[in-house]
């Protein structure tokens, strides 16, 4: 007796069950073949990415460093290192209408919208950057970049390279 009534419930168990199924795998697969698209960074202009949390404002940064410009030569694109390698017989072209010193601050400007406190490896802030672009280009370059006293490091000077390192591993990966 206890086996007709078990049979037949287990059918209709078994019917909703895959009913259910039915019903919630269209929607499950939907959601999980959108979500890697909801999560894609612009490599191309990083100010559009939503940097919610530290680690997306450094892939960011290091996304802008990567913009290059063709009207200037790659011994001055700006690295994460924030030696600009601009000499006083460079300065001329450097800082012409249109050169490198006009895409270094663009790169600088897109460095400060996506992480503010970015800090290059040698200690200076974006703002200490664009203050050495201003001098050189009104001065004349020492070769030197500023470097801000404000930076705050308790770690050891191997960390710099490290975190560089790890920088780039996330930027490509």
């Avoid at 199924?21 to 100010?47: C, M, R, W």
């Avoid at 290059?68 to 030696?83: A, I, Q």
């Avoid at 200690?123 to 004349?140: F, M, P, W, Y």
Wanted: with cysteine; net charge positive; proline share 4%.
């Amino acid at each position: 007796m206890l086996y007709q009534y078990w049979v037949p419930e287990m059918e209709r168990h078994r019917r909703r069950s895959s009913h259910h199924v039915a019903t919630f795998l269209p929607l499950f697969l939907t959601i999980f073949l959108l979500l890697p698209s909801a999560q894609a960074e612009n490599k191309t202009d990083p100010t559009a990415n939503q940097n919610l949390s530290p680690i997306q404002g450094w892939r960011s940064a290091e996304y802008c460093l990567q913009n290059t410009s063709r009207s200037c030569p790659e011994k001055y694109w700006l690295t994460d290192s924030g030696w600009l390698n601009v000499s006083y017989d460079d300065g001329v072209g450097f800082c012409a209408a249109g050169g490198c010193a006009d895409h270094t601050r663009a790169v600088l400007l897109c460095i400060h919208h996506v992480k503010r406190e970015y800090w290059f490896r040698n200690h200076a802030s974006v703002k200490d950057l664009n203050e050495t672009i201003n001098r050189g280009c009104a001065q004349g370059f020492t070769g030197a970049s500023l470097t801000s006293s404000g930076y705050r490091s308790n770690s050891a000077p191997i960390f710099g390279a490290l975190s560089a390192a790890a920088l780039m591993f996330i930027a490509f990966f």
